[in-house]
């Protein structure tokens, strides 16, 4: 089946179509299983959405990663792994043709990137994230116009003259933090941390410098973030202990782990200052924009259905995805330092989109909220739209019986998958409401795999989308990695996980 030119893009409705007998023939291998399951809801899918799907080079994986804001002044303050590049929010909005005087959404905010192009447009802007690290970045990137340069190199001046000294104040771990740090490294973090409490400093700066420690914890420590948890160099007592336990109980230790270089912490903290007085210079030399940018600290599933209807010009936004990776666990140095203790992670990693096989069943919870605030027919519709939904509900039987079959490494699989839709359901509900006519709402997400059944996320969340009353535009299909030789694709074919940008227009 051939795919459509950008020229042709416009938003028809979602309708059956008759694939070519090698569209057909393709889907249905890629699809292909022991049999233990249909896929047929989900091939049927497929035909319908296919007129959607526009492979292209334009935005490529380094635009749709954080890879593209290695080198971004201001977006690479806090290497935040799972975000996405300002340019490609930048041609998104360009796309779009949204401009000053003009308001947007982030409700996934993470690093902020979305508003901070924003900023940088004179774009009004609203965000919303649920992690403390990502307000503290927020806070300190977008006071960029409010430093004193002087004072910041003033700061860089005693950091480097300066022997550092040791604290004996301990830093705040919680259990998966334990022996992150040499014990000389943490005396040394700590007594900056004190350090730059007293000197005095004004409050802009203080900030600042809070996001510069926190920028540099992954560099000065064992840890290295690896997507779904911390991986621990073998350099650390944390690793040690956990082989000699193993080799107690005759097993092998884990392969071990050297991340390389681990920083000084003056050394890595004169880096990261050189830095940002670099980008506030450069930044300062442009001219202010006008527009206001607001970051709200909460979960997206209730502060959405508070937001007043009809006010957003387009959404730019990157869910969790759906693949286990735990946000707590991956940012847990930085949000220990940040004072957030034992419970208050749980409660985080609870909170988030369920994206983790920790994630427990939010539907009560919902119900009841939306009840409270008057709209128990709103849930009513998202529930119903979930559990009409064909393709759906074909994943969710497939991951049940493949959890009962033992195909599933984790059973918390199955909890997370039917979480994560649903209430991904309720987002996309809102977000149809908070938008104006002419909006247009894009999304980066992954599609998954588990236990062999492909999970097409784009085209799910494209046919809930079409539900509510937005018109689907694009699947932008993202080239795919060559050569990529996952276990999965090992073991389940040549067809790699499809990567892509979903753009839906509300009409
Ligand atoms: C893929 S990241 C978004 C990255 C962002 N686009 C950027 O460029 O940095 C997803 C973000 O959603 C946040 N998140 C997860 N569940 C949430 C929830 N229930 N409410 C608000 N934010 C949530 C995570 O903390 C994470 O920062």
Same mark, same amino acid.
């Given at each position: 089946?051939?795919?459509?030119?950008?020229?042709?893009?416009?938003?028809? !409705?979602?309708?059956?179509?008759? !694939?070519?007998?090698?569209?057909?023939?393709?889907?249905?291998?890629?699809?292909?299983?022991?049999?233990? %399951?249909?896929?047929?809801?989900?091939?049927?899918?497929? *035909?319908?959405?296919?007129?959607?799907?526009?492979?292209?080079? #334009? *935005?490529?994986?380094? @635009?749709?990663?954080?890879?593209?804001?290695?080198?971004?002044?201001?977006?690479?303050?806090?290497?935040?792994? #799972?975000?996405?590049?300002?340019?490609?929010? /930048?041609?998104?909005?360009?796309?779009?043709?949204?401009?000053?005087?003009?308001?947007?959404?982030?409700?996934?905010?993470?690093?902020?990137?979305?508003? @901070?192009?924003?900023?940088?447009?004179?774009?009004?802007?609203?965000?919303?994230?649920?992690?403390?690290?990502?307000?503290?970045?927020?806070?300190?990137?977008?006071?960029?116009?409010?430093?004193?340069?002087? #004072?910041?190199?003033?700061?860089?001046?005693?950091? =480097?003259?300066? %022997?550092?000294?040791?604290?004996?104040?301990?830093?705040?771990?919680?259990?998966?933090?334990?022996?992150?740090?040499?014990?000389? &490294?943490?005396?040394?973090?700590?007594?900056?941390?004190?350090?730059?409490?007293?000197?005095?400093?004004?409050?802009?700066?203080?900030?600042?410098?809070?996001?510069?420690?926190?920028?540099?914890? #992954?560099?000065?420590?064992? %840890?290295?973030?690896? /997507?779904?948890?911390?991986?621990?160099?073998?350099?650390? %007592?944390?690793?040690?202990?956990?082989?000699?336990?193993?080799?107690? &109980?005759?097993?092998?230790?884990?392969?071990?782990?050297?991340?390389?270089?681990?920083?000084?912490?003056?050394?890595?903290?004169?880096?990261?200052?050189?830095?940002?007085?670099?980008?506030?210079?450069?930044?300062?030399?442009?001219?202010?924009?006008? /527009?206001?940018?607001?970051?709200?600290?909460?979960?997206?599933? =209730?502060?959405?259905?508070?937001?007043?209807?009809?006010?957003?010009?387009?959404?730019?936004?990157?869910?969790?995805?759906?693949?286990?990776?735990?946000?707590?666990?991956?940012?847990?140095?930085?949000?220990?330092?940040?004072?957030?203790?034992?419970?208050?992670?749980?409660?985080?990693?609870?909170?988030?989109?369920?994206?983790?096989?920790?994630?427990?069943?939010?539907?009560?919870?919902? =119900?009841?909220?939306?009840?409270?605030?008057?709209?128990?027919?709103? *849930?009513?519709?998202?529930?119903?739209?979930?559990?009409?939904?064909?393709?759906?509900?074909?994943?969710?039987?497939?991951?049940?019986?493949? /959890?009962?079959?033992?195909?599933?490494?984790?059973?918390?699989?199955?909890?997370?998958?039917?979480?994560?839709?649903?209430?991904?359901?309720?987002?996309? *509900?809102?977000?149809?409401?908070?938008?104006?006519?002419?909006?247009?709402?894009?999304?980066?997400?992954?599609?998954?795999?588990?236990?062999?059944?492909?999970?097409?996320?784009?085209?799910?969340?494209?046919?809930?989308?079409?539900?509510?009353?937005?018109?689907?535009?694009?699947?932008?299909?993202?080239?795919?990695?060559?050569?990529?030789?996952?276990?999965?694709?090992?073991?389940?074919?040549?067809?790699?996980?499809?990567?892509?940008?979903?753009?839906?227009?509300?009409?």
């Amino acid at each position: 089946m051939k795919t459509r030119s950008v020229a042709s893009q416009i938003a028809l !409705p979602l309708v059956e179509v008759n !694939p070519s007998p090698t569209y057909e023939a393709r889907i249905r291998e890629a699809y292909a299983n022991d049999g233990a %399951t249909s896929c047929e809801a989900r091939i049927a899918l497929e *035909f319908k959405c296919a007129r959607l799907l526009l492979p292209t080079d #334009e *935005f490529n994986r380094k @635009l749709v990663s954080y890879q593209a804001n290695k080198e971004a002044r201001l977006h690479n303050w806090l290497k935040y792994k #799972e975000g996405f590049s300002a340019q490609l929010v /930048g041609n998104l909005l360009g796309k779009f043709g949204v401009g000053p005087g003009q308001k947007i959404l982030e409700p996934f905010a993470g690093s902020a990137t979305t508003l @901070l192009v924003a900023k940088e447009l004179g774009i009004d802007a609203v965000g919303v994230e649920i992690l403390p690290v990502c307000h503290l970045a927020w806070e300190a990137k977008s006071k960029y116009r409010e430093y004193d340069v002087a #004072e910041l190199c003033g700061v860089l001046k005693w950091v =480097e003259e300066t %022997t550092p000294g040791q604290s004996s104040t301990p830093f705040p771990h919680i259990a998966i933090t334990e022996s992150a740090f040499s014990p000389e &490294q943490e005396a040394r973090l700590m007594w900056y941390r004190e350090q730059f409490d007293a000197l005095g400093l004004s409050n802009p700066t203080r900030s600042l410098l809070q996001l510069v420690l926190i920028s540099i914890l #992954e560099d000065i420590s064992y %840890t290295r973030k690896d /997507g779904q948890y911390l991986r621990w160099d073998s350099r650390a %007592t944390k690793a040690q202990g956990r082989d000699a336990r193993r080799v107690a &109980q005759s097993k092998q230790p884990f392969k071990a782990f050297d991340k390389g270089k681990i920083f000084e912490v003056k050394e890595a903290l004169i880096t990261a200052l050189n830095q940002v007085i670099r980008d506030i210079e450069a930044m300062l030399l442009n001219g202010k924009l006008p /527009g206001h940018q607001e970051l709200i600290e909460g979960t997206v599933l =209730e502060t959405l259905p508070k937001m007043e209807g009809e006010q957003f010009d387009a959404v730019i936004t990157s869910p969790p995805y759906c693949n286990r990776y735990d946000y707590t666990r991956t940012y847990a140095l930085e949000l220990a330092f940040l004072g957030a203790g034992e419970e208050e992670v749980r409660h985080l990693r609870q909170e988030l989109l369920s994206c983790t096989v920790e994630n427990r069943s939010k539907l009560a919870r919902l =119900e009841a909220y939306y009840s409270s605030i008057g709209r128990a027919t709103d *849930f009513q519709k998202v529930v119903g739209a979930v559990n009409n939904n064909h393709a759906l509900q074909e994943v969710f039987i497939a991951i049940r019986t493949r /959890g009962a079959r033992g195909d599933l490494n984790n059973k918390g699989v199955i909890r997370m998958v039917e979480g994560y839709f649903t209430e991904l359901a309720f987002v996309i *509900f809102e977000l149809h409401r908070v938008c104006r006519a002419g909006a247009r709402v894009a999304i980066v997400n992954d599609n998954v795999r588990y236990g062999g059944e492909i999970i097409p996320v784009d085209l799910l969340m494209t046919e809930l989308a079409a539900d509510f009353g937005f018109s689907p535009e694009t699947v932008y299909v993202l080239p795919q990695r060559k050569g990529n030789s996952s276990q999965q694709m090992g073991k389940y074919g040549r067809e790699a996980n499809r990567k892509s940008i979903t753009v839906w227009l509300k009409s």
